[in-house]
């Protein structure tokens, strides 16, 4: 029996792996309310990296929580954005695997293969739930192809080295292609997933880029109203994929969000009843930030730590935010100095950090500065972990309030 993918599927990263029962809580709080939110435990190769874990300590993390809660519906353990050398160290923990192709984008080849099995695919294609006709001409199914192709074809080398190891069903497969240079029409979607179709890929979810900035930790940044008109359009294309090139019926948005994007919330909230569609959300909830204003909440040590590691952040600012320098908008003049923050109360810090658009004090540079220095942290070693444990409780009702008030009910309750 192949394993499916529910209709509403939340990415619950836990960069330190001590959150798991607080977020899967929110869950708990969704199902009693009459919704099924299913976590996705996620975790990038590169945050393993930084941090020193393994993707097994999000397996553990993951499985105490659900045995502890009693928690009876499904989860998953996300190998998030792996590519064919990274898989390797996920294949015993993960069952849902986030194939990151973006560097294959681009890379042309010969799509007139693919351009004659498809001959349906040109003229006027009229997508039901899309209120205009596309006219395709042969080159732009060529063009189309040949910009995607290889990015397809690496995506089935992947999947047939995880499906080697794991047996056939016994997955999710994601396929990322939002880290791209413009967003994909309805048209350019499908021609994608024809190719992924006929590559024998069997994707539950697929990953398009959208128009707008989704930075990390932050609100959404652009037309709200273009990107309601784009989710729609995309969960059209796909609908009518399924049921011409037999995908699999679970297969759905993932909308890579960066978390926090509460400004498309009623918008994807509104365009999946209309469908009767579901979604799956890569980041809900930035957690790590929550631990911060956890421990600032509580005082004493946690605030001290707090300080220090937003001080050590400011000083190594460049280095952090280089590798997210295209999903970050940080004002250098809007960053208070580590001896004004020194000086501040719990209430300050968690003012300027938690994700409150109606407080004056939230800054959203300090946040994504933030978001971006859990380097910082992880350094830190046990002295971090450590305060994880003794301000559980400040920190476990922030983790919880914040997933579940700020992401799951706006989108779903």
């Known amino acids: 029996m192949s394993i499916l993918l529910p209709k509403y599927t939340f990415g619950v990263g836990d960069r330190f792996a001590h959150q798991a029962e607080a977020q899967l809580r929110a869950c708990v709080m969704a199902a009693e309310r009459g919704v099924d939110v299913i976590p996705v435990w996620n975790k990038s190769n590169r945050e393993h990296t930084i941090i020193g874990s393994r993707p097994a300590s999000v397996r553990k993390a993951a499985d105490r929580a659900v045995d502890r809660l009693g928690w009876r519906k499904p989860y998953f353990c996300d190998a998030d954005h792996i590519n064919f050398d990274t898989v390797d160290g996920f294949l015993d923990a993960c069952d849902f695997y986030t194939i990151d192709v973006a560097d294959w984008i681009g890379k042309t080849v010969d799509a007139s293969a693919f351009v004659a099995k498809h001959p349906e695919l040109t003229g006027e294609l009229k997508i039901p739930g899309i209120d205009r006709a596309f006219d395709i001409t042969k080159e732009f199914v060529d063009k189309t192809a040949a910009k995607y192709l290889a990015a397809v074809t690496e995506a089935g080398r992947i999947y047939r080295k995880i499906e080697a190891a794991k047996g056939k069903g016994r997955f999710v497969t994601e396929v990322s292609k939002d880290e791209t240079d413009s967003p994909q029409t309805p048209a350019e979607l499908l021609i994608i997933l024809v190719a992924i179709a006929d590559e024998g890929i069997p994707i539950q979810t697929i990953a398009p880029k959208f128009t707008g900035r989704f930075n990390k930790g932050v609100d959404y940044v652009d037309d709200v109203a273009q ?187």
């Open 227 to 413: 990107f309601t008109t784009e989710f729609s359009d995309d969960i059209a294309a796909i609908a009518f994929a399924v049921k011409n090139y037999g995908l699999p019926a679970t297969l759905k948005l993932s909308v890579h969000s960066g978390s926090d994007k509460f400004s498309i919330y009623e918008p994807i909230r509104t365009t999946l009843a209309k469908f009767d569609a579901g979604v799956h959300v890569k980041t809900a909830g930035t957690n790590w930030l929550e631990e911060l204003i956890g421990l600032a909440e509580g005082g004493g040590e946690g605030l001290v730590m707090a300080k220090e590691i937003y001080a050590e952040a400011f000083d190594h600012a460049e280095e952090l935010c280089k590798p997210y320098a295209t999903v970050i908008d940080i004002d250098p003049k809007k960053l208070p100095s580590p001896e004004t923050v020194n000086g501040w109360t719990s209430e300050q810090y968690v003012s300027a950090l938690r994700h409150d658009q109606k407080c004056k004090e939230f800054n959203p540079s300090l946040r994504q500065l933030l978001h971006v220095g859990f380097k910082i942290a992880a350094k830190k070693g046990n002295s971090y972990l450590d305060l994880l444990d003794e301000y559980k409780e400040e920190i476990g009702r922030n983790v919880t309030e914040n997933l579940f008030a700020r992401h799951i009910a706006p989108l779903f309750l």
